[in-house]
């Protein structure tokens, strides 16, 4: 893997998603394989927008390695309030830190960071755009519950300003994957999107109803209709609750489907799925240290 920054899934070749996720199985058998390999070295944490599982994980990780992590804080309490803009922010946190992790309301704002610093920046989610560190733990957790190849997943929600599915959709394209996307309508996937799983030769299809190919899944990846990205309420209200996944819901489905989630969840899923088999999205959580500890292991790494 030899990248400055991981910035976006596009960027990623099949090579690199196996290092990251090799590494990761290492250090999730046998933690304290991690040993001090980046003892005194910090990891900044700059979130302009809020997160539990990213930051927290992203902070675990740093400190399994041996490291620590400096936190910029909430927005309110920065010089961000002042006015000060994303390129001063980040030239100074450079000076503090070995590597950044930047989560912004901006989509390519963490393209635009990494033009300012000399330290690896990774992007932990940008707008509408990507989150690349989510979807190596996603591709995690499908490997380990269905592998990698020959394999069907149904991605489905919130696909027009989902991050998360627009990464992972990229990453898929260097498997032998088919893709399922269901949606409302007015929630499908943009048409840039669809024109690069199209040029990159993708099995893609888009469906209004999960019924008629739940039956065929391995993968069920969930995602919640994001209120906040939504420029209008009106538009928000006419998809909230639209779908809705229950105990009920997968009693066609295979015995072994991985239902996922990337969290925080709303009703897209019922509690009452929790209790089931097919329930991966808490293990798929907890699989974000492991992999970003594989991430940062090698961003870091000078050689």
């Given at each position: 893997?030899?990248?400055?920054?991981?910035?976006?899934?596009?960027?990623?070749?099949?090579?690199?998603?196996?290092?990251?996720?090799?590494?990761?199985?290492?250090?999730?058998?046998?933690?304290?394989?991690?040993?001090?390999?980046?003892?005194?070295?910090?990891?900044?944490?700059?979130?302009?927008?809020?997160?539990?599982?990213t930051k927290m994980s992203f902070e675990t990780a740093a400190k399994r390695l041996g490291g620590d992590v400096v936190d910029m804080g909430s927005v309110e309490s920065s010089s961000v309030k002042k006015g000060e803009s994303l390129a001063d922010t980040v030239r100074v946190v450079e000076g503090y830190a070995d590597g950044i992790v930047l989560r912004h309301p901006k989509q390519g704002a963490a393209k635009m960071a990494s033009e300012h610093v000399d330290v690896p920046v990774v992007n932990?989610?940008?707008?509408?755009?990507?989150?690349?560190?989510?979807?190596?733990?996603?591709?995690?957790?499908?490997?380990?519950?269905?592998?990698?190849?020959?394999?069907?997943?149904?991605?489905?929600?919130?696909?027009?300003?989902?991050?998360?599915?627009?990464?992972?959709?990229?990453?898929?394209?260097?498997?032998?994957?088919?893709?399922?996307?269901?949606?409302?309508?007015?929630?499908?996937?943009?048409?840039?999107?669809?024109?690069?799983?199209?040029?990159?030769?993708?099995?893609?299809?888009?469906?209004?109803?999960?019924?008629?190919?739940?039956?065929?899944?391995?993968?069920?990846?969930?995602?919640?209709?994001?209120?906040?990205?939504?420029?209008?309420?009106?538009?928000?209200?006419?998809?909230?609750?639209?779908?809705?996944?229950?105990?009920?819901?997968?009693?066609?489905?295979?015995?072994?489907?991985?239902?996922?989630?990337?969290?925080?969840?709303?009703?897209?899923?019922?509690?009452?799925?929790?209790?089931?088999?097919?329930?991966?999205?808490?293990?798929?959580?907890?699989?974000?240290?492991?992999?970003?500890?594989?991430?940062?292991?090698?961003?870091?790494?000078?050689?």
């Amino acid at each position: 893997m030899r990248h400055d920054h991981l910035l976006t899934a596009k960027q990623l070749s099949r090579a690199d998603i196996e290092t990251v996720l090799d590494r990761a199985a290492t250090f999730d058998d046998d933690p304290a394989a991690a040993g001090e390999r980046h003892a005194d070295e910090l990891l900044a944490l700059c979130f302009f927008e809020p997160s539990t599982r990213t930051k927290m994980s992203f902070e675990t990780a740093a400190k399994r390695l041996g490291g620590d992590v400096v936190d910029m804080g909430s927005v309110e309490s920065s010089s961000v309030k002042k006015g000060e803009s994303l390129a001063d922010t980040v030239r100074v946190v450079e000076g503090y830190a070995d590597g950044i992790v930047l989560r912004h309301p901006k989509q390519g704002a963490a393209k635009m960071a990494s033009e300012h610093v000399d330290v690896p920046v990774v992007n932990a989610g940008d707008g509408a755009g990507h989150h690349p560190s989510q979807t190596l733990l996603d591709l995690y957790t499908i490997r380990e519950h269905a592998g990698l190849d020959d394999i069907s997943i149904g991605i489905m929600g919130d696909l027009k300003y989902g991050r998360t599915v627009h990464s992972l959709a990229h990453a898929l394209t260097n498997f032998d994957v088919h893709q399922h996307f269901v949606s409302p309508e007015s929630l499908r996937l943009p048409r840039s999107v669809r024109y690069d799983l199209h040029e990159a030769g993708a099995q893609v299809q888009e469906h209004d109803s999960l019924d008629a190919v739940l039956p065929n899944l391995d993968v069920l990846y969930v995602t919640r209709i994001q209120r906040e990205r939504f420029p209008d309420e009106d538009e928000y209200e006419a998809v909230a609750g639209e779908y809705s996944i229950t105990p009920e819901t997968l009693e066609d489905a295979k015995d072994d489907l991985a239902v996922m989630h990337p969290l925080p969840r709303v009703d897209e899923i019922s509690a009452a799925v929790d209790e089931t088999d097919n329930a991966t999205y808490f293990e798929q959580a907890h699989n974000g240290v492991p992999v970003r500890m594989a991430l940062l292991d090698l961003l870091l790494d000078d050689d």
